[in-house]
C-alpha cells in the first residue's frame, strides 16, 4: 500500500540532496585547479624553462646565450659566457650550467626573503584557524560562531599584512602592480597567488562543510522534480502549491549544515503533509460521549456517487460497532437506485441488525426520519443511513441531500470515495463538502493503492480528517485513519 509514492518520494529526497550538495563542487574544483597551476612547494627554477640555447662563433670567441623565460610572463634572463675558441664543448656547456644554477639560486634566496614576514603572519594565521576548527570537532562551538571566528581571523590577518612597507601576501592580492622586471618578481608573485589561492580555498571548503544556504533558484530546481512526482500519485493542484509554500518558508535562506541537509528535507516535507492532514477522532469514542451526555441515538449520514462501496462501508462500520457491544439500525434512504435496497437487506441479514426501508421513490430523508425515531423507541445506539449514489454534478440531487440533513440532523457526515480515483475524488469531496459540510472521508479500495495522493488531496480540499480506509472486501478490512502511519509509509 502506497509502495510505489514511498519510492517516487525516497528518490526524490535522494536527488536534492545530491542536487544540493553538487552545488559546492565547481567552487572546491576551481581552487584545486588554480592552486595545481601554481604550486608554492615548487623551487623557483621549475617556474622556468630553457626556450633556447645557441652557439655563436665571433673572432675566435666562443659565445653561449641562455635565456630562462617563466611561462606566463615575458620577462626573461640571459646568462652569457665567453670562453676561448678551441675549448671542448663539454667544458662549455658545464660552464654555462654552473652559471645558470647560480643564477637560480640566489633568485630563491631573494624570493624567500622577501616572503618571509607574510609567511610568517601567514603561518599564524593557520594556527588559529586550526585552534578553531579543533574547538569545532569536539562540540565546544556551533558552525556558525566557527565560521564567524575564522572570517574574523581572515580580516585581522588581511589588516596586518597590508600595514607592511612592502606588498605582502593580501596587498598583492587585492592591489594592482605594475608587470614585474624581474624573475624574482615573478617568483614573489607567482608563490603570493599560490598562497592567497590556499588560504581563501581553504577558507571556502571550511564554509562548505559546515554549512549550505538553499537560494530560492535552488529551491524551485528542485521543487519541480516534486511536483510531477506529486501530480503523477493523485495530488491535487491546491495541494501541491500548499507543500511547495510551506517547504519554501521553511527551506529558503536557511543554513543547513551539509549533514543534515537530506533529514532537514525530509522533516519539512514530513511537516507539510501533517498540517494538511487532520487526526480523526475515533467516532467510537464519540458515540460513547454521546451515549454518557443524553440518551438519544447517533445518527451518521453517508453520501457518495455510485459504484464507490459506500453501502458495503457501511456494512463493515456496522460490524465495527457490534464488535464494540453497540447496538446498530440502518436505513435504506437509496430509494434511487435499482437494487440498493436489496444489497443493503443482505448485508442487515448477515450482520443481524435491523433495517428500515421504504419503496423505491419515496423520500429519502423520511426513511431516515424513521430509522431515528425506531432507534430512540427501541433504545438503540447508532443509526446508520444510506443515501442515493449522486452524481456531484448533478444540482437538484445535491439539493435533496441538504434536505435530508435538515431532517435527520446527523451527528457525523461521511463522505465515501475511492482512493484509486484520484483528482475526481478529490472533486467529488469538494462538491460534497461544499453542499452539506462533511465531517469526515471514508476511502475504500485503499489496500490496492499504490499512489496514496488521493489521501493529501482529500484532506487537503475539505480540511476534513479521512475517518477510515477500506482495506479490503471483508466486513472487518476496515480501519481508522493514522496521519502519522501514513507518513510513515511514505518513508519520510
Known sequence: ??????NKLKEWVDTAKDKLKAEEKPAEEKVSSVSEEIDVSKKPEKLFKKQKKEKK????????????????????????????????????????????????EELEKKELVASEKDEEIVREENEKIQEITEELGKGEISAKEAVKEIEEVHEKTEE???????????????????????????AEDSKIASEAV???????????????????????????GLEMLLLENNVALDAVEDIKLHLSKKLVGREISKNELENEIRKELKSSLEEIMIEPENPLELIKIKK????????????????????????????????NNLSVVLAAADTFRAASIEQISEHADRLKVPLIKQNYGADPAAVGFDAIKYAQSHKIDV????????????????????????VTKPDLKIFVAESIAGNDAT????????????????????????????II??????????????????????????????????GL
Open 160 to 186: 596586518q599584512v597590508m600595514s607592511t612597507e612592502k606588498k605582502g601576501f593580501f596587498k598583492k592580492l587585492f592591489g594592482r602592480k605594475e608587470k614585474p622586471s624581474s624573475a624574482t618578481e615573478v
Open 427 to 454: 472533486e467529488q469531496a469538494k462538491t460534497f463538502n461544499e453542499a452539506v459540510g462533511i465531517d469526515g472521508s471514508i476511502l475504500s479500495k485503499a489496500d490496492v493503492d499504490e499512489k496514496g495522493g488521493t
Open 457 to 490: 488531496s482529500v484532506s487537503h480540499i475539505t480540511h476534513k480528517p479521512i475517518i477510515y480506509l477500506g482495506t479490503g472486501q471483508g466486513y472487518e478490512d476496515i480501519k481508522l485513519f493514522n496521519k502519522e502511519d501514513f507518513i510513515k509509509s511514505l
Open 292 to 323: 454518557q451526555e443524553k440518551d438519544e441515538p447517533f445518527v451518521i449520514l453517508f453520501f457518495g456517487i455510485n459504484g464507490t462501496g459506500k453501502t458495503t462501508s457501511i456494512a463493515k462500520i456496522a460490524h465495527l460497532l457490534k464488535s
Open 57 to 104: 662563433a665571433k673572432k675566435g670567441i666562443i659565445k653561449e646565450t641562455l635565456e630562462l623565460k617563466p611561462e606566463e610572463d615575458g620577462t626573461a634572463i640571459e646568462i652569457e659566457t665567453e670562453l676561448e675558441e678551441g675549448v671542448p664543448q663539454d667544458i662549455i656547456e658545464e660552464e654555462l650550467e654552473e652559471k645558470e644554477e647560480e643564477k637560480l
Open 1 to 6: 500500500m502506497f509502495g510505489f509514492l514511498k
Open 383 to 406: 443509526v446508520l443511513i444510506d443515501t442515493a449514489g449522486r452524481m456531484h454534478t448533478k444540482t437538484n440531487l445535491i439539493s435533496e441531500m441538504e434536505k435530508i440533513c435538515r
Open 198 to 224: 590556499e588560504k581563501k580555498g581553504f577558507f571556502e571548503k571550511v564554509k562548505f562543510s559546515l554549512s549550505y544556504k538553499i537560494t530560492e533558484e535552488d529551491f524551485n530546481s528542485l521543487f519541480d
